[in-house]
């Protein structure tokens, strides 16, 4: 198993022209690694791949203690390619940390932001910004809470153990957001902030106490996540961050350029 391998401030364009099943970045059997600060556009498939062994009742992937931190994700699919995401997951994760990306403008209306495929147990998704649709496929152990999330956000029955709680889902598609099929009981659900502009149908699903309000970004549309007023988000105990990107900070943080540390 390869430890401590650190992969930070890189740039991949356009990759896949010849192998378009090629992702920008696979890490299958690691520990203690990370993929941080790297900028990710125009990769025919997923932006990450992460993990390995598609059952889910087994820990033999081999990756631990692994962090994917501040990347900017965009573009992601060649339209002829399905079932891929900006970071993908499969198997158990063993406590990887996915956080503070920004994940935008997909290329393939079949690619989601962060998808946790089969298998992913033990994984935690926080601070993110994802502008995709989600999916969680046959998961476990899985804590979901403090992202700002647009589009779909479809979990299966099979989420088991699983929290999603203290995110912001605002609907720019005019698509539902909602919890997919017929949710797990033991999925925990629960005082994620919902709202749409427009005809866009808010629905929360299986949320146990959602919170139907606008979140006060500044200019959602223009990339601005910064927020004028937290009356509404501090009711979901959401906790403002920065993005390590173009995009505005979300909630009280000022931007910072991608180079400029």
Same mark, same amino acid.
């Given at each position: 198993?390869?430890?401590?391998?650190?992969?930070?401030?890189?740039?991949?364009?356009?990759?896949?022209?010849?192998?378009?099943?090629?992702?920008?970045?696979?890490?299958?059997?690691?520990?203690?690694?990370?993929?941080?600060?790297?900028?990710?556009?125009?990769?025919?498939?997923?932006?990450?791949?992460?993990?390995?062994?598609?059952?889910?009742?087994?820990?033999?992937?081999?990756?631990?203690?692994?962090?994917?931190?501040?990347?900017?994700?965009?573009?992601?699919?060649?339209?002829?390619?399905?079932?891929?995401?900006?970071?993908?997951?499969?198997?158990?994760?063993?406590?990887?940390?996915?956080?503070?990306?920004?994940?935008?403008?997909?290329?393939?209306?079949?690619?989601?932001? +962060?998808?946790?495929?089969?298998?992913?147990?033990?994984?935690?998704?926080?601070?993110?910004?994802?502008?995709?649709?989600?999916?969680?496929?046959?998961?476990?152990?899985?804590?979901?809470?403090?992202?700002?999330?647009?589009?779909?956000?479809?979990?299966?029955?099979?989420?088991?153990?699983? +929290?999603?709680?203290?995110?912001?889902?605002?609907?720019?598609?005019?698509?539902?957001?909602?919890?997919?099929?017929?949710?797990?009981?033991?999925?925990?659900?629960?005082?994620?902030?919902?709202?749409?502009?427009?005809?866009? +149908?808010?629905?929360?699903?299986?949320?146990?106490?959602?919170?139907?309000?606008?979140?006060?970004?500044?200019?959602?549309?223009?990339?601005?996540?910064?927020?004028?007023?937290?009356?509404?988000?501090?009711?979901?105990?959401?906790?403002?961050?920065?993005?390590?990107?173009?995009?505005?900070?979300?909630?009280?943080?000022?931007?910072?350029?991608?180079?400029?540390?």
């Amino acid at each position: 198993v390869q430890k401590g391998i650190y992969v930070d401030h890189n740039v991949t364009k356009v990759n896949g022209q010849l192998l378009p099943e090629s992702c920008a970045f696979v890490m299958t059997f690691a520990e203690d690694s990370q993929f941080n600060n790297n900028t990710i556009s125009h990769t025919s498939y997923s932006g990450f791949n992460i993990g390995y062994v598609w059952y889910r009742n087994t820990d033999a992937t081999g990756l631990k203690n692994c962090v994917i931190k501040g990347n900017d994700i965009n573009k992601i699919g060649h339209p002829w390619i399905n079932d891929l995401g900006g970071i993908y997951t499969l198997g158990d994760t063993q406590g990887i940390k996915i956080c503070y990306n920004y994940i935008h403008d997909d290329a393939n209306t079949r690619c989601y932001g +962060i998808y946790l495929d089969e298998g992913t147990k033990n994984a935690n998704v926080y601070k993110n910004v994802s502008l995709l649709p989600q999916h969680n496929h046959l998961v476990r152990y899985n804590r979901i809470y403090n992202n700002v999330f647009s589009g779909k956000y479809l979990t299966d029955d099979s989420a088991i153990d699983a +929290i999603i709680s203290g995110n912001i889902f605002i609907n720019i598609t005019g698509e539902a957001t909602y919890f997919g099929y017929s949710v797990n009981p033991l999925a925990y659900i629960t005082t994620n902030l919902y709202w749409g502009k427009g005809n866009n +149908i808010i629905n929360p699903g299986k949320d146990s106490d959602p919170i139907i309000a606008d979140p006060n970004f500044s200019d959602f549309y223009n990339k601005d996540f910064s927020i004028y007023d937290t009356e509404n988000i501090d009711k979901i105990g959401f906790e403002s961050f920065t993005l390590n990107s173009g995009a505005k900070g979300v909630g009280n943080d000022d931007t910072f350029d991608w180079f400029d540390y």
